[in-house]
């Protein structure tokens, strides 16, 4: 069965950092393209980053400079380290596999995980 764990979640003060995990069983990450997105409560899920399976890396405007995201394929892993977070990080943050090239349209991506909170509060 083809599924998406996502950890690494948690409450963090403002400007601390997270580094979430999205491992994968039942299938190989390696040939997929993998997103991150958030839902933040009474808010559309919105595309936070993404990696394409040759590598090539995309950022909502939001979190480029701050956050980012790596893969590693020998665990069957893809990352997304955040850095200097912000209360308006706070969001449930959820992993995705789908194909092509390194956009963040949901409609791209075909299995999601359940989800990680992820809580910036002081």
């Known amino acids: 069965q083809l599924q998406l764990v996502e950890s690494g979640g948690g409450l963090v003060q403002p400007g601390g950092s997270l580094r979430l995990s999205c491992t994968a069983s039942?299938?190989?990450?390696?040939?997929?393209?993998i997103g991150w997105f958030r839902q933040a409560p009474g808010k559309e899920r919105e595309g936070v980053s993404c990696?394409?399976?040759?590598?090539?890396?995309n950022y909502a405007d939001s979190v480029k400079g701050r956050f980012t995201i790596s893969r590693n394929n020998n665990k069957n892993t893809v990352y997304l380290q955040m850095n200097s977070l912000k209360p308006e990080d706070t969001a449930v943050y959820y992993c995705a596999a789908g194909f092509g090239v390194a956009k963040m349209d949901k409609d791209q991506y075909d299995y999601w995980g359940q989800g990680t909170q992820v809580t910036v509060s002081s």
């Open positions: 039942g299938f190989t990450l390696d040939y997929y393209l």
């Open positions: 990696i394409s399976s040759s590598g090539g890396t």
